[in-house]
């Protein structure tokens, strides 16, 4: 019982942070793609004159989209033309479920660990489960009985098998550097072995926590440079991101797979699609960048010195919110006026939230964060973690969009001829040259 | 690279290796990308972007807006219903119904004098080709706007009061 009320917050968890994360992205796409280009980005929606920098549009989107009709192409294939969307939506969900966002938070004496799904084949799974996704758009492809959604469907599909065997060979050499390694002191007891396995995330994770000669964080993007290249390259493809984005290739085929769909299955693709981004980054920064690993600062490190670590972190939080409290307030007094109408609150308003911030951290130093007990810290350590973890997951779902902002579309020859003539060779001289290094030391 | 079907030549200038692996070429992209984003994160106020509804465009005296009909010092038409706008204008959109007019010296008036904005190119012959300056396409309005397509076609009245003044 207890064991499914762990997985079920876990799993509620997951959910709530990837939904979350797709309204940010699909906000941080706009406002940031609008400011590469030196415009504004979206501005006009507004709760009572409240616009929050933009914030407001994805839910306006989503009202938008719930109303809408739902057209349907007249020689559609009736079941397969409903199932695509909710078969692309699932997959990208379920993904999420072997990724670890933390090692273990203890809650009343019991240590759960923060993965909702611990697989011993957590790579195989994922590899074998995003590729799934694929399906999702082939059948919208084709069950929408429309040339430019097959044309998009068979892109996809041929996309899909030339970048994910470099995905998995990229992955093949990650596993080797950190299979049998001895497992972290810290974690031996909660992980049950005295040496990692490289096919189980939560192993692979917890591997990355060492240093590497005594000063460089473990990472699998130190041990392997090039096969990070190689996988965030496979990445991009598999989530069908630009700058290989052809299954849906506005110039040639109109919208792609998804053409023939509007309304609420139109943005069940549209959000899998930012779901999918989450995913990459959140693979990219598990199987390279440590996942929840904080450099440096390892759980044992982070419980002895939680109190000072909390301490500084609290002052830090009022500084810089003071700070940006300060810049609302300014910009509010420069820009008295300037509408007219209920927009002129919104620098005052953002001052005041910044402040309130500031003071509630100021509220917690009060409580003496130095001195927080054995509990406390093992808290406070899980904690970190899981933060390290996010912000990780935001900044490579930004590299997504500000690699999509940068660069222009391939061509489809140039697509098959980087993922076959040089990322296939590439991907296999990485995987000997790991095998024959880790032979020798 | 090579471009089969094509003759030797034709295509661009081979690319160099550097370009080839495209890494350092894609990081480069990022940095100019990464730079204009901060740079307009500090200096929104020096955007180019027009917040239209609020701040709109001033286009220059020779533009052509919406046409207006000029008055004369008793506040009628000063067109004296020649036709020669409707029968030079392209678009073949200006009707007008002539009727005589109570002066003798004047001779006719405009009954009706209607244009059909959507069919209208703002190409402004009609104005040049009226002898007595009764037409002008000098307003400067641009925001041409309805809920229905007969509202497009303006009549008499419509255009005798579109914005007093134009923009010269
Ligand atoms: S501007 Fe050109 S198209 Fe429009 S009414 Fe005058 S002559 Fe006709
Ligand atoms: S050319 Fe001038 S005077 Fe003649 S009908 Fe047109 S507007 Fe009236």
Not at chain 2, 95 to 112: G, L, R, V, Y
Request: aromatic residues 12%.
């Amino acid at each position: 019982m207890m064991l499914f009320l762990d997985t079920l917050s876990k799993i509620g968890f997951m959910f709530v942070l990837i939904m979350g994360m797709v309204v940010v992205l699909i906000w941080m796409e706009r406002k940031g793609a609008a400011f590469i280009q030196d415009r504004t980005g979206p501005n006009r929606a507004s709760i009572a004159g409240i616009r929050l920098a933009g914030l407001v549009h994805p839910v306006a989107d989503v009202f938008k989209l719930l109303f809408k009709e739902d057209i349907q192409p007249a020689n559609r294939h009736r079941a397969l033309y409903n199932i695509a969307p909710w078969l692309v939506m699932a997959v990208a969900l379920s993904t999420y479920a072997v990724i670890p966002f933390g090692d273990y938070i203890s809650i009343a004496g019991r240590k759960v660990s923060l993965v909702a799904a611990d697989l011993n084949v957590g790579l195989l799974y994922i590899l074998a489960v995003a590729s799934l996704g694929t399906y999702g758009v082939i059948m919208a492809g084709w069950a929408s009985n429309n040339k430019f959604t097959f044309l998009g469907g068979v892109r996809a599909t041929a996309q899909m098998i030339s970048y994910e065997i470099n995905m998995g060979l990229a992955l093949i050499g990650l596993v080797l550097v950190f299979s049998s390694q001895a497992t972290p002191e810290h974690l031996r007891e909660f992980l049950g072995a005295d040496f990692l396995s490289g096919l189980r995330l939560t192993h692979l994770v917890a591997g990355q926590g060492d240093l590497l000669w005594g000063f460089l964080p473990k990472w699998g993007v130190v041990v392997q440079p090039l096969g990070f290249l190689l996988f965030i390259t496979a990445v991009f493809a598999e989530t069908n991101r630009n700058p290989f984005d052809l299954p849906e290739g506005e110039s040639e085929i109109v919208a792609g797979y998804h053409l023939e769909y509007s309304s609420m299955k139109f943005a069940l693709f549209f959000m899998a699609e930012y779901a999918h981004m989450v995913i990459g980054a959140a693979l990219v920064a598990t199987f390279y960048f440590g996942g929840y690993q904080v450099p440096w600062l390892p759980r044992p490190v982070l419980e002895a010195h939680a109190g000072s670590l909390l301490t500084i972190k609290l002052i830090g939080v009022v500084i810089i919110s003071m700070i940006f409290s300060l810049l609302f307030f300014r910009r509010a007094q420069r820009e008295k006026g300037k509408f007219g109408d209920a927009r002129d609150r919104e620098p005052g308003l953002g001052g005041a939230l910044w402040l309130i911030v500031a003071l509630g951290a100021l509220g917690g130093l009060v409580l003496k964060p130095w001195g927080i007990g054995a509990d406390g810290a093992s808290l406070f350590a899980s904690l970190i973690q899981v933060g390290a973890f996010v912000v990780k997951l935001v900044f490579f779902a930004w590299l997504f969009i500000w690699v999509r902002w940068t660069l222009p579309r391939f061509r489809y020859d140039q697509l098959m001829a980087l993922g076959w003539k040089v990322m296939l060779p590439l991907g296999l001289a990485n995987l000997v040259v790991t095998a024959v290094v880790l032979a020798m030391v | 690279m090579s471009f089969e079907g094509l003759p030797k030549g034709s295509c661009a200038k081979k690319t160099s290796f550097r370009d080839s692996i495209y890494f350092w070429e894609i990081v480069r992209g990022l940095g100019v990308t990464i730079g204009h984003l901060v740079y307009n994160i500090f200096h929104t106020s020096e955007m180019p972007t027009l917040q239209y509804p609020e701040e709109k465009k001033i286009y220059s005296d020779r533009f052509r807006g919406r046409h207006r009909l000029m008055k004369r010092e008793d506040g009628s038409p000063r067109c004296v219903a020649c036709q020669m706008c409707a029968t030079v204008c392209p678009a073949d959109c200006i009707n007008i119904d002539a009727a005589e007019h109570p002066d003798s010296e004047i001779e006719k008036f405009p009954e009706t004098f209607v244009i059909d904005l959507l069919r209208c190119v703002y190409c402004g012959l009609c104005e040049e080709a009226c002898p007595c300056d009764a037409i002008r396409l000098d307003t400067g309005i641009y925001e041409i706007a309805a809920d229905s397509r007969d509202k497009f076609v303006v009549d008499k009245e419509f255009l005798l009061n579109d914005r007093e003044h134009g923009s010269y």
